[in-house]
């Protein structure tokens, strides 16, 4: 079975701690996402990576890092710097293929909460 | 950055069609729209997209004008399984960066 998968789905950590999303796939995708999301809002996108060893920061890539050491995978690690990390994290993945497609495969998802 | 206005929440009942317009009126000339639809607490899932005229498969239909401002997603026969929020979104050229950018969505409720 082809498909995304993130770890853990639900993560608790105390303020100050790092803590590292998991995100895997097996699609043999170039491209990998990383968004969150807020109650009741949209998705917002953290960082992107088109490639192996490159990726780029989206709009609140502030107190996130990211690593792109296989095609395979993309962690998400959530900083002390991240003021509000209490959120959903979702990862994604797509073909960047020809002309303007814009179809990406989502994980389940990661909730954390930081208290 | 073609921005999207979608209304922010819709009603039906089952076995109605429903049909949610987005507004995207900077929509650029290579431009694609795309629907996704979002369950509580799991990820959005593909269900359309399109560049001009009208585009079906087995879930929706998407319906898209000639001056392609604004997009009409057609769900046939709803039923309560489709209760869920949609996303309206074009893609994002100017960057090349060719990631999503997500509204607030159209929440749908149908109700038996």
């Known amino acids: 079975d082809g498909g995304i998968t993130q770890s853990p789905k639900y993560l608790f950590r105390k303020e100050g701690q790092n803590v590292t999303l998991s995100c895997e796939q097996n699609?043999?995708?170039?491209?990998m996402y990383w968004y969150r999301q807020d109650p009741g809002q949209g998705l917002r996108l953290i960082y992107y990576s088109q490639i192996v060893n490159d990726f780029q920061k989206g709009d609140i890539a502030e107190g996130y890092s990211v690593s792109r050491e296989k095609k395979e995978s993309f962690p998400l690690t959530v900083t002390s710097a991240q003021k509000n990390p209490t959120a959903f994290y979702l990862c994604?993945?797509?073909?960047?293929?020809?002309?303007?497609?814009?179809?990406?495969?989502f994980g389940p998802g990661t909730r954390l909460t930081v208290t | 950055l073609a921005k999207t206005t979608q209304p922010i929440s819709m009603d039906s009942y089952e076995g109605q069609e429903v049909n949610i317009t987005c507004s995207h009126n900077?929509?650029?000339?290579?431009?694609?729209i795309t629907w996704y639809q979002q369950f509580p607490s799991q990820g959005p899932r593909f269900i359309i997209q399109?560049?001009?005229t009208k585009v079906t498969n087995e879930v929706a239909s998407l319906f898209i004008p000639a001056d392609r401002k604004s997009s009409t997603l057609s769900l046939p026969r709803v039923s309560l399984s489709d209760t869920a929020v949609y996303y309206c979104l074009v893609g994002d050229i100017n960057t090349g960066r060719r990631a999503l950018t997500f509204g607030s969505g159209t929440r749908l409720q149908v109700q038996p």
């Open positions: 699609l043999n995708h170039d491209a």
């Open positions: 399109g560049y001009k």
């Open positions: 900077n929509i650029a000339t290579n431009d694609y």
């Open positions: 994604a993945s797509s073909i960047p293929g020809a002309g303007q497609t814009y179809e990406q495969y």
